[in-house]
């Protein structure tokens, strides 16, 4: 099957500082990926889609200057995390949707992040 | 608006038996896909499979299938045989079939296959 490369798998940084967090699309392209949230034992949160090219589109509640998303190719999504705080402490996964293929995506292995 | 709901948060089943997960949905739309993803501990989310909402057949993946009424916006899914590694969680998901393609997933179910 496709693979969508997620990394790093884990980070931990001082708060006040950002993280990037990048997503890859392997072995297809992807003109759209999805940006997750996972707090533990709990389900995956949409944070916002990043279409190759264009502006993220942003879910309500979520802070678009507080989270950047950068899509600047068909097969690399990256989201910025800035002025981590230790309330941005969870688990982040990417998905990535088949160019044409709209109702296939791979999902990556994810990111833990924590802010000390 | 689109919803998803697991009510059952843990189950567990002996190994070689067979559990049958809930899913109830609610929409308005037509045209969608359900899926059920597993999370095993290492957090990859693994496809286990799809169902079109327009196929009426049920469908099936080896010791996986799944109970899709559409009238009652059910959709259960069912593994047989189970085994160690179908240990997990389960997350049931909706996908409308025409707009910006974003799954709606459900709470999850943690699943246990005792030896």
């Known amino acids: 099957g496709a693979v969508v490369s997620q990394h790093p798998s884990r980070v931990i940084c001082k708060s006040g500082t950002s993280v990037k967090i990048e997503c890859r699309s392997l072995?297809?392209?992807?003109?759209?990926m999805f940006w997750y949230r996972q707090f533990p034992k709990q389900s995956l949160m949409l944070m916002a889609t990043?279409?190759?090219?264009?502006?993220?589109?942003?879910e309500q509640g979520v802070e678009k200057d507080k989270f950047l998303i950068n899509h600047a190719s068909l097969t690399l999504s990256t989201l910025t995390v800035t002025s981590a705080h230790p309330e941005d402490s969870s688990f982040y996964i990417c998905?990535?949707?088949?160019?044409?293929?709209?109702?296939?995506?791979?999902f990556g292995a994810g990111t833990r992040l924590s802010v000390l | 608006a689109q919803t998803v709901t697991q009510s059952q948060p843990e189950m567990s089943v002996q190994e070689a038996e067979t559990v049958t997960l809930s899913c109830t949905y609610d929409?308005?739309?037509?045209?969608?896909?359900l899926f059920w993803y597993k999370q095993p501990p290492s957090r990859q989310m693994i496809l286990v499979i799809r169902?079109?909402?327009?196929?009426?057949q049920n469908a099936t993946e080896n010791r996986f299938s799944v109970n899709f009424q559409k009238a009652a916006k059910s959709f259960s899914l069912k593994i047989s045989d189970s085994q160690l590694g179908d240990t997990a969680m389960y997350f049931c998901?909706?996908?409308?079939?025409?707009?910006?393609?974003?799954?709606?997933f459900g709470t999850g179910t943690s699943l246990t296959v005792i030896p």
């Open positions: 998905s990535a949707r088949v160019s044409g293929v709209w109702n296939i995506q791979y």
């Open positions: 169902q079109e909402a327009y196929k009426q």
């Open positions: 072995d297809f392209q992807a003109t759209t």
């Open positions: 929409t308005s739309e037509n045209n969608y896909y």
């Open positions: 998901a909706f996908m409308i079939g025409y707009t910006g393609n974003q799954f709606y």
């Open positions: 990043s279409n190759e090219g264009s502006k993220a589109t942003y």
